[in-house]
C-alpha cells in the first residue's frame, strides 16, 4: 500500500525507530559475550539466554509471571466487568456511593495500601503463596470505571430485547454487554496483564520463596551477577529483560487491533 | 393465545411526573389492539408495564387470566418489537431470530430450521448470515419482527415499529403485519402516534392523552362518534374543523356547543348552494394526489376543505362551502366532550 504523505510517512518511520531503538539496542546486546560487549567488539552468542533459563532460573519465573498475571486479569476483569455492568444498568441503594468508592480507590497511590494488604495476608497466611501475590491485584477500580463508561453507551434497548427473549441477568451480561464490550474488555485486560507483569514492589515484599519469584524480580536479582571487577553482566540482563518483554509484546499484537479501538472509542462514539 | 386485562393502572417515574392515571384495558385473545395518542401520553410506558420491561406502583395487569405484575419479562410469554428494532448488532440475522429459542433450549438444528421458516415467510433467506449492520431499515424491521414470530409467543407488543420506514415502506410493512396477525392469530397491542396506522391496522384502538385513557373502541366507532373533541381531532386526516355551532347559518340548538365538520363532509360551491353553507374565500391550497386540501376562510372561522381538482372554485376570493348538519358532531365548548344531538337543519 503506497502511503498517502511520503514525508510524513518517513517522519512516522524516524518516529518509530527512535522510540524502538532502546529495545532493539538491548536485544542486540542480549547476544553479545560480556567480554566483547566490555571490550567493544562484535559477537554472537546465545549462552546468555541459556544461562538466564537454566542457571537463573528464568523459565520458572517466566511461568510465575504467567500464572500469576494471567490469573490476576482473568479474575480482574471478570470482577470490573461485572461490576461495572451493575453500576451501568442496576439503580441500587448505596450504588452512587459504592461508585464513588470505587472511583475513589484511584486516588490513592499503591505504596499506602502496601503495609495494611501486608498485614492482611500475614494474618491469614497467605504471604509466600500465589494467592499472596494475586489477591491484592484482582480489584481494580479504574477497569470498573472505564468499562463502566463503555457500557453505559450500549442500548439499553438491547438488555430489554434480550429480556423478553428470555435472559436472564447473567445470559444478558454474558450474551449481549460482554460481545459488544470486547474492545473495551481487551484493553482493560491489557492494561492490567502489563500492569501486574510489571509489579514490582509487591512480589518482592510478599514472597521470599525463590521459587514463587516472578520475572520482576529475578531480573533485579540479575545485577547482583558480577562478571569481575565490580561490573554487571549487561548482555545477561539484556537477555532475560528480553525474556521478560516478549509475553507483553505478544499479548500487545494479539489485541493491538481491540486496544486501539478502546482507548480511540470515547474520541469518535 | 392469552388475553390482557389491566385494571387501574397508575404510574409515576422517581422524582418525575404521574404517567398513567388509573388505565383501564380489556383485551380480548387474538384482537388487535392500538394504543394511538400524542408523544408523552403514556402509551409506550402502558407497553413496557404490560412487557413487564417496567413495574406499576396500582392496579392489576392479568395475562391469560394470571396476575402477571410480578412476573420477570420472560415468564410472560410476550413478545416484542421495539421502535428501532433493537437486533443484537454482534450477531447474525439467523442468530437475531434465533435467540429466543437458544435461550429456551432448544437445538440448534431446530432453532435454525425455525429461523429458516420465519426468513422465508418475511423473504429474508438470502439475509441469514448477514449482521444488522448490513441491512436496509426495512430488511431491519423484518428481522426484529422475524424475532418475535420465531417465538410463537400468545403475545405481540410492538412500540412503533414503522416509524424509521419512509412512507413507501412503511405502507408495506403495514399490511404485512396486518397479514402476520392474520396468519399466527396472536394478540398484538400495537403502539404509534399515527392516526393512518391506527385506523387501519386496529381491531379497536384506545386513544390516550396525558396518561388517560379517553376512547377504546372500534375504528369506525371512535371516527364517527369519537368521545371528546381531542379524540375527533387525533384521528382524521386532515383534521376535523372545529367552529362554533352559533356561527353556522340557520343554527336553531342549543348554545355554548362546537360543531365539528370534518373535511370530506363539506364541499366548494361556486353558486349558493340550497342546503347550509358559508361563503369563503382561499387562504391557500394544496395538491395530494387526486384531490386538493383547500385552507379557506369562512366567517364561522377557518375550515379545512377536501375537494377533487375539478371542484375547484375559479373564484377564490368568492364561493359557498357548503355541509350536512346531519353528519356534523358537536362538543360541548367547556368541556370537550361529545354531545349527542340530531337536528335536521334547512337553509
Known sequence: ?269 | MSGISLRDIRKAYVNGPQVLHGVSLDIQPGEFIVIVGPSGCGKSTLLRLIAGLDRCEDGTIEIGGRRANDLAPQDRDIAMIFQNYALYPHMTVRENIAFGLELRGMKKAERNERAQSVAKILQLESYLDRKPAALSGGQRQRVAMGRAMARNASIFLMDEPLSNLDNALRITMRTEIKELHRQLGATMVYVTHDQTEALSLADRIAVMKDGHLLQFDRPDVIYDRPANRFVASFLGSPPMNFVAADMLPGWTGPHGLTAGLRPEILSVHAEKPSKAALPARMLLSEMTGADMLLHCESPAGRLTVSASRQDMPKDKEQFWIAFDLDRALFFDSENGDRVDLSVAMQP
Open chain 1, 1 to 269: 500500500m503506497k502511503p498517502e504523505n511520503p514525508i510524513l510517512a518517513g517522519l512516522a518511520l524516524v518516529a518509530g525507530l527512535l522510540f524502538l531503538s532502546p529495545v532493539l539496542y538491548s536485544i542486540w546486546m542480549s547476544f553479545q559475550t560480556v567480554d566483547a560487549y566490555y571490550a567493544g567488539e562484535l559477537g554472537f552468542t546465545l549462552d546468555n539466554y541459556a544461562r538466564a533459563v537454566g542457571q537463573y532460573n528464568f523459565a520458572r519465573y517466566l511461568l510465575n509471571s504467567l500464572i500469576v498475571s494471567g490469573l490476576v486479569t482473568l479474575i480482574g476483569i471478570t470482577f470490573a466487568t461485572m461490576a461495572a455492568y451493575a453500576f451501568a444498568r442496576y439503580s441500587f441503594r448505596g450504588g452512587n456511593f459504592l461508585f464513588a468508592a470505587t472511583v475513589a480507590t484511584l486516588m490513592i497511590p499503591s505504596h499506602i495500601s502496601l503495609i495494611p494488604n501486608y498485614l492482611t495476608l500475614a494474618k491469614v497466611g497467605l504471604l509466600d503463596s500465589y494467592a499472596g501475590l494475586i489477591l491484592p491485584a484482582i480489584s481494580n477500580g479504574f477497569a470498573a470505571f472505564f468499562l463502566r463508561q463503555y457500557i453505559r453507551g450500549i442500548p439499553k434497548v438491547l438488555d430489554e430485547a434480550a429480556y423478553m427473549d428470555g435472559a436472564t441477568s447473567l445470559q444478558v451480561l454474558w450474551r449481549i454487554i460482554v460481545p459488544l464490550s470486547r474492545p473495551a474488555i481487551a484493553s482493560m485486560a491489557l492494561y492490567i496483564f502489563i500492569t501486574e507483569w510489571n509489579n514490582y514492589i509487591w512480589p518482592l515484599v510478599a514472597v521470599g520463596k525463590q521459587d514463587l519469584y516472578t520475572l520482576q524480580i529475578g531480573l533485579a536479582r540479575l545485577y547482583r551477577i558480577n562478571p569481575g571487577e565490580g561490573l554487571i553482566d549487561w548482555p545477561l540482563v539484556m537477555a532475560a529483560s528480553t525474556i521478560t518483554i516478549l509475553p507483553v509484546l505478544l499479548g500487545f499484537l494479539l489485541v493491538e487491533r481491540h486496544l486501539v479501538r478502546g482507548i480511540t472509542m470515547g474520541a469518535v462514539k
